[in-house]
């Protein structure tokens, strides 16, 4: 069914665009369990409130098993997140995240 000019549509089948960003950060462990990376956004005026921030850990050489990562504060210019491993390594990867501003 076509939606026309004047046609009455309901909130929930509205798509808004929110404001978005996203980077790949590279991190190093050397016989570490756990780390905490600062990130600033590359534009740090995109957002107007504190942005949902979503961590990916990606491949790397080593061990990454069993990783966790924890956003432990949020800005609208930028986060800190802790990223855990299961035993302590060495190792060098990239992570990648996400913020998307909600309404």
């Not at 756990?34 to 050489?61: C, E, H, W, Y």
């Not at 990783?67 to 299961?86: E, N, P, S």
């Amino acid at each position: 069914m076509a939606i026309v000019n004047g046609d009455p549509v309901e909130a929930e089948h509205v798509l808004v665009r929110q404001p978005s960003q996203a980077g790949t950060e590279p991190i190093s462990f050397v016989a570490q369990t756990n780390k905490t990376v600062s990130v600033v956004f590359p534009d740090a005026t995109r957002f107007s409130v504190p942005p949902s921030i979503m961590v990916q850990v990606l491949g790397g050489a080593g061990s990454l098993v069993g990783w966790k990562a924890l956003v432990t504060a949020r800005t609208a210019t930028g986060f800190t997140v802790r990223i855990d491993l299961a035993a302590s390594t060495t190792v060098d990867f990239n992570f990648m995240w996400q913020a998307v501003e909600e309404n």
